[in-house]
């Protein structure tokens, strides 16, 4: 069975700095994109950034500049450096895996807390 476990959220203060791990664990064929999504109370769920397998990088426009999403394909974990924080980026965290286990399809993590307040 394939699991996501989310590491690195917590609170920091505006213009802080935090980073994110998920790494990716079971029975896997392929890997095809990592990435995070956030929602914050009252909104939908939104795409913050993605990975593809090739190493193509997608971004939200509003963490553009400020956020880093990298990856390490020998540990299937993806990480997301958060710079420049703002009390916008104040969200549950959710790590995505687009992955092939016993038929392709998308995973979920659990979802880790990240706070920006003063």
């Known amino acids: 069975q394939v699991q996501l476990v989310e590491s690195g959220g917590g609170p920091v203060q505006p213009g802080g700095s935090l980073r994110l791990s998920c790494a990716a664990s079971g029975r896997m064929l392929m890997i095809y994109a990592m990435g995070w999504y956030r929602q914050a109370p009252g909104k939908q769920r939104e795409l913050v950034a993605v990975?593809?397998?090739?190493?193509?990088?997608n971004y939200a426009a509003s963490v553009k500049s400020r956020f880093t999403i990298s990856r390490e394909f020998a540990k299937n974990t993806v990480y997301l450096q958060m710079d420049s924080l703002k009390s916008d980026d104040t969200a549950v965290y959710y790590c995505y895996a687009d992955l092939e286990s016993d038929y392709r399809r998308d995973y979920w993590g659990q979802g880790t807390q990240v706070t920006v307040s003063s």
């Open positions: 990975i593809t397998r090739d190493g193509r990088t």
